[in-house]
């Protein structure tokens, strides 16, 4: 199939494994949070669906609150997951948190969010751009996917969130694809192998 021509199949998504039910600050888990979402999964006809709060804001997230809303979603599969940043001011905790509810947690995504700035993720729109002005694009790129394999080295992560962001920041345009950056990384970076078998099925 040519690249500009449109599919004749109809996909059907079955599983979403990125949401962020505390929208991006701290709020408790209750059903009148986590409800709505899978209300939303069911409206969409999806199956399955973690929810990957930023590591950040894991005070807010309560196991016994998700076992909840599985009794009352019966026909979902619901996955008690997180979102481990690079955060360089919070992920060491969010690393311990997630070591210390291993047991608990059904999914973890792993992504990488933060560059030059401790305090600005570099896809902040539309200011995080500025961290990229007059850099060279391919020292950019390697400098995110040298923190791509730190992540994946950590052990932590199932999966990684969206592996190629850095291209998404306004500008950024590389002299070599993605794809042969990930290629020639040492150690296999490759998250889509494991988008599809989470560490634990429910
Ligand atoms: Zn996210
Ligand atoms: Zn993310």
């Given amino acids: ?31 009148a949070l986590l409800q709505p979402w899978a209300d939303s999964a069911r409206r969409l006809g999806l199956l399955d669906i973690a929810f990957t709060d930023h590591d950040r804001y894991h005070a807010g997230i309560d196991f016994d609150e998700i076992e909840r809303l599985r009794d009352r979603n019966p026909d979902l599969q619901i996955r008690a997951g997180i979102e481990l940043d690079n955060d360089p001011i919070h992920s060491a905790a969010g690393r311990n948190w997630i070591e210390k509810h291993w047991d608990k947690l059904d999914f ?12 600005q993720m570099f896809d902040s729109v539309p200011d995080g751009a500025a ?45 070599v694809p993605v794809t042969e950056r990930i290629a020639g990384a040492d150690g296999d970076c490759r998250g889509d192998e494991r988008i599809a078998s989470p560490r634990q099925s429910l």
Avoid: W
């Avoid at 690249?3 to 209750?30: E, I, M, W």
């Avoid at 994946?152 to 306004?170: S, Y």
């Fill in 108 to 119: 973890v995504l792993g992504s990488i969010h933060f560059l030059d700035r401790d305090d």
């Fill in 131 to 175: 961290q990229f002005e007059g850099r060279n694009i391919d020292a950019i790129y390697a400098n995110y996917f040298s923190r791509v394999r730190e992540i994946a080295a950590t052990g932590l992560i199932d999966c990684l969130a969206h592996l190629d962001l850095v291209k998404n920041v306004e500008g950024m345009r590389v002299s």
């Fill in 1 to 31: 199939m040519r690249a500009d021509q449109t599919s004749t199949k109809n996909y059907q998504l079955f599983s979403d494994y990125h949401t962020h039910p505390q929208g991006h600050r701290v709020q408790s888990y209750t059903q």
